[in-house]
């Protein structure tokens, strides 16, 4: 049965995020969340979010709408793997991209041979 509150997850958001925002759409604590909703304790919750087992997934994909695939591309790792990918398609599109975020060499450092 579909959830009847169910905020998609954002772009670069951890399942662990997510989770929390649906907890706090129902206004209540991620340990309450996970415990009704997942059947997890939240000692369980932290320990399962880089791998969660599929029966976890399936339940929220069941609540939520969003798929198995989506919610497991939600690590950490996986994130950072697609902002480093994001990261590198941008700087070979626009090598000066980040050229205002350099830091300038100080006075000693351009002076000396």
Known sequence: MRWPLHPLPREYETLECWVGRLAAEYSVSLDVFCRHALGLTLREFATIQNDPPKEVLHKLEIGTGVPVQDLQSM?????FQRLMAA????LQEDPGAFAQF???????ERTKF
């Open 87 to 90: 990261l590198e398609r941008l």
């Open 75 to 79: 690590s950490r790792e996986k994130i």
């Open 102 to 108: 350099a830091i300038a060499p100080s006075s000693q």
